[in-house]
């Protein structure tokens, strides 16, 4: 992976302590560490700070991948069990599975305080910057607005999954003063209101993807930023996700009052971005690529293997690096330590350990999702009296062992090569891939739910098929073939099979209204699961952030 990339997208702020990232930036910028808010924001290397600033909380430890993916997103849904060592292991990912998580769960307070720094620092950005065209005479307006319009896309996608895991929350869309620290929640709809402008605001401006390079093609770090088609990417399933809540809980449900269904403009939007001209399905014309994992790696499994970070199929990506950093510094991905097999077998047979901790791992129900000889399943799962193997030091390939696995499924789609991860040292958090948020297939499946939600179903048809097409041509099987005639649950299923282990699943299942019927019914260990309406669509708020609001911030009935 590219250095250089991160030094454009995680750069810490200078003098704000925050965990996770670490004081690196562009070569020519050198922080001040003296620096206060009163002399700073004068000159463009500020704005470039005060931006990164705000990306930089993408790296804060575990909390975007491990916490808000799969614990969150995955193991509380029909996809995922908690796994680990067995079903006593981290007792805290068992209540998550069994949807009894205490309020004053830590992941919670973790999650919220991480996403609302996102939402700080974006707000410090989007007041500050603007005046630095005064301050600075060779500051590039362009180049300001941009950043500007980086910072409303960040505000935008920390909101976005604010809403998605606690509901309505509070509405911070400037740097607040010493009175109003107490906050409400808003509406959901009032949220969606301003993700929406925020959204609108920066595809005004922000270039193409390809256009942050096209003045300096040697320079391939801009990558890394938002662009026009990550904010319209995200605009689309935003207006997805408020027309879901609008069909399947308005007028039954308060929290989702105001809400209309936007399947046009949720099409739209999306269409925009497939006909761009700036992204492609990887493989979809049978290209293999070099990676770890060989030198004909199909182009499904090679978007998850950090050869594959910042490809034409990235719309937009946390970016990660194995620096071999301590704890508070790494930027890497921890996911491939959270969920790889915990054992494997060696050359004797004897049981052998990892290393990795094997949680989250796929139930039979999303194994049994997938058609027999479909390329995707061996790229994102093994299972006992599969053929696969996996990578253990210097680049052995072991058999696995399920002897401690509750499903006998591992997720296999976030493995990094010993070479790049085990062997380096550094901490869990220090996995080098990507971690893909926003990805062109799930473009193309935003466009086919809400063509189908528009009656346009040849249309639906089409663009589900395209996805179908590349998952086909990444293998030899002719599976998955194409679909002759579309339906909402092909549509739903077609999601699930492609984002698999990507933590879309769970807040996928409540925005379609089928999360009780789905998970109402006992967990693998035998616990009596029960999904109550009307509460488990979102995770209760951090214990610690009601009380600190002085009575303002009330949880949901049954939380």
């Avoid at 454009?8 to 302590?17: C, K, P, Q, R």
């Avoid at 309020?103 to 991480?114: A, M």
């Avoid at 662009?227 to 308060?254: I, W």
């Avoid at 649950?489 to 299942?509: L, S």
Wanted: net charge negative; proline share 5%; glycine share 10%.
């Amino acid at each position: 992976m590219n250095i250089r990339v991160l030094k454009y997208v995680l750069f810490l702020l200078s003098g704000i302590a925050l965990t996770g990232c670490s004081s690196d930036f562009l070569d020519d910028i050198k922080p001040q560490a003296a620096e206060n808010s009163a002399s700073f924001y004068l000159t463009q290397d500020h704005a470039e700070q005060a931006i990164i600033a705000a990306y930089s909380q993408f790296n804060n430890i575990g909390i975007w991948d491990v916490n808000i993916l799969q614990r969150l997103g995955d193991i509380p849904s029909d996809d995922a069990e908690p796994g680990g060592e067995d079903v006593t292991d981290c007792p805290n990912l068992q209540d998550f599975g069994r949807l009894t998580p205490l309020t004053t769960e830590g992941i919670y307070n973790e999650v919220f305080g991480t996403l609302y720094r996102g939402i700080y620092f974006s707000n410090i950005a989007i007041e500050e910057i603007p005046g630095i065209i005064e301050t600075d005479p060779e500051a590039d307006p362009e180049i300001i607005n941009r950043r500007v319009a980086e910072a409303k896309f960040l505000r935008a996608i920390n909101y976005f999954y604010l809403t998605m895991i606690y509901g309505g929350v509070p509405l911070v869309d400037h740097v607040l003063g010493a009175s109003e620290f107490q906050q409400p929640r808003a509406d959901i709809k009032e949220i969606y209101n301003l993700i929406e402008q925020d959204l609108k605001d920066a595809i005004a401006v922000l270039p193409e993807r390809s256009g942050y390079n096209s003045s300096s093609p040697d320079v391939p770090g801009e990558y890394g930023r938002a662009s026009k088609g990550a904010a319209q990417a995200l605009l689309g399933r935003l207006y997805l996700h408020e027309s879901s809540y609008a069909k399947n809980y308005g007028g039954k449900d308060a929290r989702f009052d105001g809400m209309t269904q936007r399947w046009g403009e949720a099409l739209q939007v999306s269409e925009e971005v497939i006909n761009s001209g700036e992204y492609e399905l990887l493989g979809i014309n049978g290209e293999t690529y070099n990676s770890w994992r060989g030198p004909a790696t199909n182009g499904y499994r090679y978007i998850f293997t950090s050869d594959g970070d910042n490809s034409k199929e990235s719309v937009f990506e946390i970016q990660c690096v194995q620096e071999q950093l301590g704890w508070s510094a790494a930027r890497g991905n921890a996911l491939a330590q959270w969920s790889a097999s915990r054992y494997y077998y060696a050359d004797d047979g004897a049981v052998t350990t990892t290393g990795m901790w094997g949680f989250g791992v796929p139930t039979q129900a999303v194994f049994d999702a997938f058609e027999p000889g479909d390329p995707r399943l061996e790229s994102s799962m093994a299972w006992e009296g599969g053929a696969d193997s996996m990578q253990t030091s210097n680049g052995k390939w072991v058999p696995y062992c399920f002897d401690h696995c509750i499903t006998k499924i591992y997720s296999t789609k976030w493995e990094a090569s010993s070479a790049e991860f085990k062997d380096l040292g550094g901490p869990w958090h220090g996995a080098p891939q990507n971690i893909p948020l926003i990805r062109f297939s799930e473009v193309y499946l935003n466009a086919a739910e809400a063509a189908f939600e528009s009656g346009n179903t040849a249309k639906a048809l089409e663009y589900v098929n395209k996805v179908r097409e590349r998952a086909r041509m990444c293998g030899t099987t002719g599976v998955p073939a194409a679909l002759t005639a579309i339906t909402l649950e092909d549509i739903q299923n077609e999601r699930r099979i492609e984002f698999t282990a990507e933590g879309k699943r769970f807040y996928d299942i409540v925005r379609w209204g089928l999360a009780a019927d789905l998970l109402n019914k006992p967990t693998l260990d035998g616990f009596d699961r029960k999904f109550v309406v009307g509460k488990h669509e979102f995770h209760p708020l951090p214990e610690r952030e009601v009380y600190l609001s002085g009575g303002k911030l009330e949880q949901y009935p049954g939380w």
